[in-house]
């Protein structure tokens, strides 16, 4: 396995090639995390000699980084796979590899279906891509690398070694945990990412300092349970609260925002680190996923709505202007209209500042997929009732707004208008104002002026 034990100035440089030997594509879909091992396949891509290409058609090697949390993209990946096969009858030389969650679950359909496919690799394996790339390339014949680490609650000795020549940009996503240890009856994540691990705290810093360095001002931490980061570390337990403290002081870095942090394990320690450390963003996504207990309780979600509202209430007074966001899952198996109601009456409750809205999707593999199902007619309608609901409360939520002053990010031009700039507000509101793009990169205050659904636009 790749992934040995880094110690800061040990990381590797694998930029060295020069010499171009082809063109490399990933397709990505799913989560950030996904997103986040794509630029990682990237990077590994380019330490070989490849350079990006422009469509997937035309490259040397093409790598689809997978997602199961849905059937959906799991069909696109097998219709996309379908398309390249055309081109890899054309070029025999192509390299076509499968990664991501639907590799780590169903490798062997995927060869069976796809013949064409040179490798399928597991999600804890990134790091081994580009020997498999180097393998196919010489030896050419079906590789398969899926090891996950499977113990639960081991003291984690060995993490994915990650490509650490990243490029210079604003944001950028940082990993500091893989798997869960959950079990989330709807959830297939455990089964795909393995068990939970957190990357030892000494790795994380060295990587948001070369960032800082590069010019990141704003690093967000990707985690299936962010907050419950740092136990079984062979270095003893580090709380989350104590990271977000540590990045903090890595000079350059303006803003710290987390992803996803699990109710439970969502602790005081951390409320008080959002309310004083100022480098940490006032704005916490945390799923709720149902509004009613028994639906809770089937999902194995271990908190119910009562807990769920203490969290809620600790933050809005340690930091009023605190910007909620939430998931939320409709049409779980066995949903009675009473516990949908009672998800409609949270929403009002807590009246979140924007929220993911699915309808559940059965994975197979997992506990609720065996359940009773609610007919895909009721939970369509009542995800038209939660989003009309949702989309009410957010409007209502950023017309209240309108007159605010907030610190913004400046990204750059609006994709749709570039007359305008955008950038994120502490409290995670967008914001859409006139300005010099020169502005780029800087902290600038807007004022707001007229609100919309998905955020506010204003005046520097
Ligand atoms: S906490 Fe639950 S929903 Fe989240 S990744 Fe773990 S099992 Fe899945």
Known sequence: MASSLLRPGSLPNLSGTKTVRGTYFVQTWGCQMNEEDSEQMGLYLQSLGFVKASSPFEAHVVLLNTCSVRK?????????????????????????GV??????????????????????????????????VEEVLQKRRFIKRMELPER???????????HVERGGKLKAFVPIQYGCDKFCTFCIVPTTRGRERSRPTEHIVEEVRRLAEL?????????????????????GRVPFSQLLRLLAGVPGIERLRYTSPYPRDFKDDLIEAIRDVPQVMEHCHMPLQAGDDGLLSRMKRVYTVESFAQIVNGLREAVPWIGLTTDIIVGFPG?????????????ERFRFDGA?????????????????????RVSGLRLEKLIETQHRIQLEKNEALVGQEFEVLVEGPTPKNPSLLQGYSRCFRMLHFPGDSGLKGSLVTVRATEPHLWGLVGTV
């Open 152 to 162: 639960k609650g081991a003291v984690v000795t060995e993490v994915p070694q990650r």
């Open 99 to 132: 990664a991501g969650c639907m590799a780590q679950l169903r490798a062997d359909e995927i060869k069976r279906r796809n013949p064409h496919v040179d490798f399928v690799v597991g999600t804890a394996q990134v790091a081994s891509i580009p020997g498999l």
């Open 335 to 347: 949903e009675t209209d009473s516990e949908f109601q009672a998800t409609l009456a949270a929403m």
């Open 215 to 235: 010019g990141t001002k704003e690093v967000t931490l990707l985690g299936q349970t962010v907050n419950s980061y740092g136990k079984n570390l062979a270095e």
């Open 356 to 376: 993911f809205m699915f309808r559940y999707s059965p994975r197979p593999g997992t506990p609720a997929a065996e359940m009773t199902q609610v007919a895909t």
């Open 72 to 96: 959906k993209p799991e069909d696109k990946a097998f219709s996309f796979l379908g398309e390249l096969r055309p081109f890899k009858a054309a070029r025999p030389d192509m390299v076509i």
